[in-house]
C-alpha cells in the first residue's frame, strides 16, 4: 500500500495527458481551413535529428509545402530534446529575426482558435 500511495499524485497528470492526446489526435484528423501552400508567412521548422516520434521525412514535406520556411534538423536531438534551453533559444533568436525583417500588417485577420473551446470539445468525450 505504501508504494500505492507514491503514486496517488499522478493521477491528476495522467488525466490530462489523456485529454491531451485526444485533443492532438482531434487536430491531426481535423480538415484546417487553408492549404499549407497558402502560408506565406515565415515559418521555421526544427526537426530533431534522433525524433522518433515525428520522423524528419514529415517535417520535410512540411517544410517543402511552406514557400517562406526556414527548415533546421538539430544534431543528436530527440523529440522532446526540442524543448531544451540551447535549442529553445535558436529557435527564439531566429523566430525574432524574421519578425524583424517582416513587420508589415497582415492583409486580414484571422480569429484564433480558442482553447478553451478546444478542452470543452475534449471534456465531452466519454471513454
Known sequence: ??????????????RQARLG??????????????RTE????????YVGEDDQVMPMEVSRHVHERLDNSTYRIVPNIGHMG???DEVLEDFFENLLALT?????PADEVVEPL????I??????IEL
Open 114 to 117: 480558442r482553447p478553451s473551446r
Open 82 to 84: 526540442l524543448l531544451r
Open 21 to 34: 492526446l485526444i485533443n492532438d489526435y482531434r487536430l491531426e484528423t481535423s480538415s484546417y481551413s487553408f
Open 119 to 124: 478542452l470543452d470539445d475534449v471534456m465531452d
Open 1 to 14: 500500500l505504501p508504494n500505492l500511495l507514491l503514486f496517488l499524485p499522478c493521477i491528476p497528470l495522467c
Open 100 to 104: 524583424d525583417h517582416n513587420l508589415e
Open 38 to 45: 497558402d502560408v506565406l508567412q515565415p515559418a521555421l521548422v
